[in-house]
T-cell receptor, first 118, second 108 residues
């Protein structure tokens, strides 16, 4: 089937606005991850879902960031009151399982959404 | 704390020459190491992971727990290997920590 998809591919917004970024994982993958990649850096973990629940949101930088996955498939990352420092590529990944003790499952990445806050 | 270090941001080699991309990690538990590659205008994709011990596109990587390293090697570089390479550490709970990446250029 299709890989992980993300929409939009590019989003330009003004400082202070609200944005939503969407991720559609690989069918049947139970785990979903959001990362942020700033210029010259590797992907930085934000949040991970196992099914519908956020299993680990320790990477969210502050309470302006929020993500949901209401039906255990598509996920939306929501950013309120955007700031220029939020400009980055937001990556979504999914994996078949969430791994276990001593085992990390392979994550498959989407193409990313490039967010630019003016 | 968990950390992945890729000391070289840029690496250039001539076609046919051996290439080694360095990766060191810091983790107190049992590590799962991965190499991801991003070709121009494409998404991040898995190149290889240490537990599978495979050779993908001629690349290999050996986990050295004593040196906490997972260097990526290929004996003869090809032009199509030019890409961005990221080393990643997977820990319990499937959280991944990525290095800052190495941009490899293979000169014809």
């Amino acid at each position: 089937g299709a890989g992980v998809s993300q929409t939009p591919s590019n989003k330009v917004t003004e400082k202070g606005k609200y944005v939503e970024l969407r991720c559609d994982p690989i069918s049947g993958h139970t785990a979903l991850y959001w990362y942020r990649q700033s210029l010259g850096q590797g992907p930085e973990f934000l949040i991970y879902f196992q099914g519908t629940g956020a299993a680990d949101d320790s990477g969210l930088p502050n309470d302006r960031f929020f993500a949901v996955r209401p039906e255990g498939s598509v996920s939306t990352l929501k950013i309120q009151r955007t700031e220029r420092g939020d400009s980055a590529v937001y990556l979504c990944a999914s994996s078949r399982t969430s791994g276990g003790v001593g085992y990390a499952d392979t994550q498959y990445f989407g193409p990313g959404t490039r967010l630019t806050v003016l | 704390a968990q950390r992945v270090t890729q000391p070289e941001k840029l690496l250039s080699v001539f076609k046919g020459a051996p290439v080694e991309l360095k990766c060191n990690y810091s983790y107190s538990g049992s590590p799962e190491l991965f190499w991801y590659v991003q070709y121009s205008r494409q998404r991040l994709q898995l190149l290889l992971r240490h537990i599978s011990r495979e050779s993908i596109k001629g690349f290999t990587a050996d986990l050295n727990k004593g040196e906490t390293s997972f260097h990526l090697k290929k004996p003869f570089a090809q032009e199509e290997d030019s890409a961005m390479y990221y080393c990643a550490l997977g820990v319990a709970g499937n959280q991944f920590y990525f290095g800052t990446g190495t941009s490899l250029t293979v000169i014809p």
